[in-house]
T-cell receptor, first 113, second 111 residues
């Protein structure tokens, strides 16, 4: 049973616009959330994370929002760039630094020049 | 910068063969992981290890085993390869509470 869900397999956005990638989870015990980016023929790379005690974390063009009551998080990329085109995975764990990560199925973002 | 190296990028094996996938990390991380990535299923954890000679089953350990004889090396073993084990295999390592760092993956085809 998929505890972390990314319901949009793909997303296309114009360069310069905002990209919003969504992720839902079912386990209310999840305490820590991460986003990874994956280019073809490469492994996933860590992008940004958020603890459940926060509702927002920002790092440059990337912001993650967490809505615990809705069990929903989103990744905003502003402005989007062609180099952002990749597959994005969200992941969750029961505590910060825990070994067991639960991954979503990924969303392929295409940024159109 | 953390380096996680998987020995093969592409591998083709036959049904019934014993297959070894090797992973080496250079950051003295305690924790190492093996995942498989399949379309529509995301990354699923096969096994992880939190210390030398220690291992824990992940979500899909059936048909796989692992070996961690040295801290820097974590091997995934397919005891008798089957076609449903055709997949992308990803190794990761992690130190303390830091995020996992991934290798570039091994695309394994079982014929």
């Amino acid at each position: 049973d998929q505890q972390v869900k990314q319901n949009s397999p793909s997303l296309s956005v114009q360069e310069g616009r905002i990209s919003i990638l969504n992720c839902d989870y079912t386990n209310s015990m999840f305490d820590y959330f991460l986003w990874y980016k994956k280019y073809p023929a490469e492994g996933p790379t860590f992008l940004i994370s958020i603890s459940s005690i926060k509702d927002k974390n920002e790092d440059g063009r990337f912001t993650v929002f967490l809505n615990k009551s809705a069990k929903h998080l989103s990744l905003h990329i502003v402005p989007s760039q062609p180099g952002d085109s990749a597959v994005y995975f969200c992941a969750a764990s029961l505590q910060t630094g825990a070994n067991n990560l639960f991954f979503g199925t990924g969303t392929r973002l295409t940024v159109i020049p | 910068d953390v380096k996680v190296t998987q020995s093969s990028r592409y591998l083709v094996k036959r049904t019934g063969e014993k297959v070894f996938l090797e992973c080496v990390q250079d950051m003295d991380h305690e924790n190492m992981f093996w995942y498989r990535q399949d379309p529509g299923l995301g990354l699923r954890l096969i096994y992880f290890s939190y210390d030398v000679k220690m291992k824990e089953k992940g979500d899909i350990p059936e048909g796989y085993s692992v070996s961690r004889e040295k801290k820097e090396r974590f091997s995934l073993i397919l005891e008798s390869a089957s076609t449903n084990q055709t997949s992308m295999y990803l190794c990761a390592s992690k130190g303390g509470s830091q995020p996992q760092h991934f290798g570039d993956g091994t695309r394994l085809s079982i014929l």
